[in-house]
Nanobody, 123 residues
Framework: QVQLVESGGGLVQAGGSLRLSCQAS????????MGWLRQAPGKEREFVAA????????IHTPSVRGRFTISRDNAKNMVYLQMNNVKPEDTAVYYC????????????????WGQGTQVTVSA
């Protein structure tokens, strides 16, 4: 079965950086698009970034564009989210997810999810 395990979350000051990592296993990683989504307290889960199976195409939600970068290493079955110049509003649980339907900004298109990693940004 597909397993996704996130790491790299933590407490960071506004303006700082974090790199989230996600280790995938269970099926051929290079066949599937991947995404990062987040959920803040009291809010719905929202799309952050996605990357195609080959890594050639990436999408970032406007609020993180220019600050966050999604990438992947198909040889290592890893996907990353580099977070720079973080803001307090980036505070959330961040989830790595995999979709069967190609790169997507729709959280409902993601079939498999990790357990999440907490990111807390202090002002």
């Amino acid at each position: 079965q597909v397993q996704l395990v996130e790491s790299g979350g933590g407490l960071v000051q506004a303006g700082g950086s974090l790199r989230l990592s996600c280790q995938a296993s269970g099926r051929t990683f290079s066949n599937y698009a991947m995404g990062w989504l987040r959920q803040a307290p009291g809010k719905e889960r929202e799309f952050v970034a996605a990357i195609s199976s080959s890594g050639m195409t990436a999408i970032h939600t406007p609020s993180v564009r220019g600050r966050f970068t999604i990438s992947r290493d198909n040889a290592k079955n890893m996907v990353y989210l580099q977070m720079n110049n973080v803001k307090p509003e980036d505070t959330a649980v961040y989830y790595c997810a995999q979709t069967d339907t190609g790169i997507s900004t729709n959280p409902d298109r993601y079939n498999y999810w990790g357990q999440g990693t907490q990111v807390t940004v202090s002002a």
